[in-house]
């Protein structure tokens, strides 16, 4: 840990004292020796080693869809539910790769156990740190989706839960009248796009139920989740249609209005909804979901459970994944 932070002082230092010379300009730090650098990145010296050796590349028809972490000797892999489907086979750092069994799921909290096919009972478990409920600001660090190098970054916001969003047809609504509740706007490619409503048509009735305030819009689908269907009439032009909507997530389906996620790429599709969450600001891809987030000693802390922008990412604690880990195990 020493090591760690005597690097880090340099770096700072260096940024500090660069060459400031009658011109002032400054010399510009070697990529190598940036946050996420290759010296960096040694520093951290066994916990880099454990994050890699402890994590695995889940893939389907050889494309990765997310990251897995070891939570047994005998091959048992803790992932990220529904990041997962479909998963066919498994790869450690070595290159070693292993077909897939599920054996467990869990939707409240997003998780799935699998099965590593294989005799071998040494694999290389995480080792769990039972007591981070307090953790403050602190650095962190996880495998990055390749196997061959780590992220490092720092814990961030604080610790809470997660409420429910609900699910969004993803629509404007505008004024009341006759007619009934004008659609002024409808985001493009959100449910309602996708299932052919139109801004100007007026809606009158959803799931067979008038609705004449767009309060009442709001809260009857407000009650369903993400994946839901719902069937909303409207008047077009003095024409009746009938459509069926699946309902969307609502951060997914407004993020084209915030200019943060426009800079982030693909997010988590599921992102609400979880009893408590460390965050941090580890530069992870969606697909890096599902794998484990470690302290400077090599006790993992966490699994990452949401990319949410390019400097969130959503980790479900030790103290709640042991737990389920264990009735996994002990329900076998």
């Known amino acids: 840990m020493k090591k760690i932070f005597s690097l880090l002082s340099s770096i700072i230092l260096f940024w500090v004292c660069a060459d400031a010379d009658s011109n002032n300009t400054s010399d510009i730090l070697s990529k190598e020796y940036r946050l996420n650098g290759i010296y960096t990145q040694n520093a951290f010296g066994l916990a880099k080693e454990k994050a890699l050796h402890s994590t695995v590349r889940l893939t ?12 047994s000797p005998d091959g048992l892999v803790l992932t990220k539910a529904s990041s997962c489907v479909g998963a066919r086979e498994a790869t450690l750092s070595s290159g070693d790769r292993f077909n897939l069994r599920i054996k467990k799921r869990n939707e409240d909290l997003d998780l799935a156990l699998y099965q590593m096919i294989s005799d071998r009972k040494d694999f290389q478990p995480i080792t769990w740190k039972d007591d981070n409920a307090s953790i403050g600001v602190s650095w962190v660090l996880s495998a990055f989706t390749e196997l061959n190098e780590i992220r490092v970054g720092i814990t961030s916001g604080k610790q809470r839960k997660i409420g429910r969003e609900g699910g969004v047809m993803g629509v404007m609504l505008g004024s009341e009248g006759p007619s009934g509740i004008l659609i002024t706007e409808v985001v ?3 449910a309602a796009d996708k299932a052919g409503v139109r801004a ?9 139920r008038s609705v004449k ?17 719902v069937v909303i009439k409207v008047l077009r032009k003095e024409v ?6 699946t309902l969307g997530h609502r951060s997914v389906t407004f993020d084209m209005f915030n200019r943060n ?21 580890l530069p992870l891809p969606k697909e890096a979901m599902g794998g484990p987030i470690f302290n400077l000693e090599g006790e993992c802390v966490g699994i990452n459970i949401a990319r949410v922008d390019r400097v969130t990412v959503f980790t479900l604690p030790a103290e709640i994944i042991k ?10």
């Open 323 to 332: 737990q389920k880990v264990d009735s996994f195990i002990s329900n076998q």
């Open 60 to 71: 389907r028809n050889d494309k990765l869809i997310a990251m897995g972490t070891i939570v």
């Open 213 to 229: 305030k767009r309060e009442q819009v709001v809260n009857i689908v407000g009650k369903k989740d993400p994946g839901d269907v």
């Open 240 to 245: 009746d249609k009938e459509f069926k909507i």
């Open 200 to 208: 100007g048509d007026f809606v009158q009735k959803i799931d067979g």
């Open 188 to 190: 493009p490619q959100a």
């Open 261 to 281: 996620m426009q800079m982030s790429g693909p997010v988590s599709k599921r992102k609400d909804n979880f009893p408590l969450i460390l965050q941090h600001d």
